[in-house]
C-alpha cells in the first residue's frame, strides 16, 4: 500500500507561480511512476505529467507544456510540480498518483491507470 500526500495548494493571482508537492509513504520504495491529475470544477479528471521515478523521465501535457515541470526528491520520496504563469484555467482540484507495476510512461494518460491516489489539493486562481 502506497500513501500519497498533496500539499501546495491554494489561491493564487493569474500569472503567479506555485509548487505542490507530493509526500510518498508506506511502500515508496517500489514506485514506478508517479503522475499528477486535475480535475477542474464540472469537468473530468484530466492528465497533466507523469515521471518515470528511477530514470527521471517526464511526460508533460501539451495544455501546460512550457508552464508546468516536474521534479523529484529520490531521497525523501517526493514529487515535486511547479505551475508558472497560472491562469484561471488552472483552477482544479490537484491529485498525486502512483504505480508499482512496469508500464510506458508516455501511454499512462488516463486515471484507471493508477493504483494509488492521493487526497487531492485545491488551486484557485484568481483573475
Known amino acids: 500500500q502506497v500513501q500519497l500526500v498533496e500539499t501546495g495548494g491554494g489561491l493564487v493571482q493569474a500569472g503567479d507561480s506555485l509548487r505542490l508537492s507530493c509526500a510518498a509513504t508506506?511502500?515508496?520504495?517500489?514506485?514506478?511512476?508517479m503522475a499528477w491529475f486535475r480535475q477542474p470544477p464540472g469537468k473530468d479528471r484530466e492528465f497533466v505529467a507523469n515521471?518515470?521515478?528511477?530514470?527521471?523521465?517526464?511526460v508533460i501535457a501539451d495544455s501546460v507544456k512550457g508552464r508546468f515541470t516536474l521534479s523529484r526528491d529520490g531521497s525523501n520520496n517526493i514529487l515535486h510540480l511547479q505551475a508558472n504563469s497560472v491562469t484561471s484555467a488552472d483552477t482544479a482540484v490537484y491529485y498525486c498518483?502512483?504505480?508499482?507495476?512496469?508500464?510506458?510512461?508516455?501511454?499512462?494518460?488516463?486515471?484507471?491507470?493508477?493504483?494509488?491516489w492521493g487526497q487531492g489539493t485545491q488551486v484557485t486562481v484568481s483573475s
Open positions: 515521471i518515470r521515478w528511477g530514470s527521471g523521465a517526464t
Open positions: 498518483a502512483a504505480l508499482r507495476r512496469f508500464r510506458p510512461i508516455g501511454t499512462m494518460k488516463v486515471p484507471g491507470d493508477y493504483d494509488y
Open positions: 508506506r511502500g515508496a520504495s517500489n514506485i514506478y511512476i
